[in-house]
Nanobody, 115 residues
């Protein structure tokens, strides 16, 4: 499984960004896709995830502001980020989890929110 992420950038507080992550390869094996983030000096944390069946999970810090979704082919996952805060600044990583093949990570995409 290969993951390619798009959509990071610089935005002012209160603004919006949309991240995309396109999976290729053995996408039939993917059970869950999600986004994690890591700020300088902090551990990587889950932001949001979505199962093949569409069940979503969010970190408390982003509930009501971020929305994760996937396309009908279950090969691309999106993270719509609204009402961004400076504390959302981090390197965002796409993740795919499979039962038999383990988990995969995409390259990080930087999100910077200025105050």
């Amino acid at each position: 499984v290969q993951l390619q992420a798009f959509g990071g950038g610089l935005v002012q507080a209160g603004g919006s960004l949309r991240l995309s992550c396109a999976a290729s390869g053995s996408i039939f094996a993917i059970d869950v896709m999600g986004w994690y983030r890591q700020a300088p000096g902090k551990q990587r944390e889950l932001v949001a995830s979505i199962t093949r069946g569409g069940y979503t999970n969010y970190a408390d810090s982003v509930k009501g502001r971020f929305t994760i979704s996937q396309d009908s082919a279950k090969s691309t996952v999106y993270l719509q980020m609204n009402s961004l805060k400076p504390e959302d600044t981090a390197l965002y990583f796409c993740n795919a989890q499979t039962v038999l093949l383990g988990q995969y990570w995409g390259r990080g995409t930087q999100v910077t929110v200025s105050s």
